[in-house]
Nanobody, 126 residues
Framework: QVQLVESGGGSVRTGGSLRLSCLASVEITRHSHCLGWFRQAPGKEREGVAT????????SYADSVKGRFTISRDNAKNTVYLQMNSLKPEDTAMYYC??????????????????WGQGTQVTVSS
């Protein structure tokens, strides 16, 4: 079964932390070159947050989260993580895990990603 399952969302205060997890099915792990996290707030377009390649450690981050968020992966567990620190109200959104099978993927660009999870809600209150 081809799927991505996110977990770890919740509600925190400004300055708090959360860690999101995304469990990828074996099929996705086998065929994907890049995994990433995207988010979408009400009334806004989906935006790339962070991405990581599956076979080497290259990462990309949106400017808005640099220095606060860290993406990592555990290939043995088929899991990608997003550690979010110093959270702000503007980080409030539905967060989605995604996978790209493209060999030349534009990181942080949602159209380049083929598989998507159902999302996990992150709410940051002031």
């Amino acid at each position: 079964q081809v799927q991505l399952v996110e977990s770890g969302g919740g509600s925190v205060r400004t300055g708090g932390s959360l860690r999101l997890s995304c469990l990828a099915s074996v099929e996705i792990t086998r065929h994907s070159h890049c995994l990433g996290w995207f988010r979408q707030a009400p009334g806004k377009e989906r935006e790339g947050v962070a991405t990581i390649y599956t076979t080497w450690a290259n990462t990309s981050y949106a400017d808005s989260v640099k220095g606060r968020f860290t993406i990592s992966r555990d290939n043995a567990k088929n899991t990608v993580y997003l550690q979010m620190n110093s959270l702000k109200p503007e980080d409030t959104a539905m967060y989605y895990c995604a996978a790209s099978t493209r060999t030349a993927v534009r990181t942080l660009e949602a159209p380049d990603f083929d598989y998507w999870g159902q999302g996990t809600q992150v709410t940051v209150s002031s």
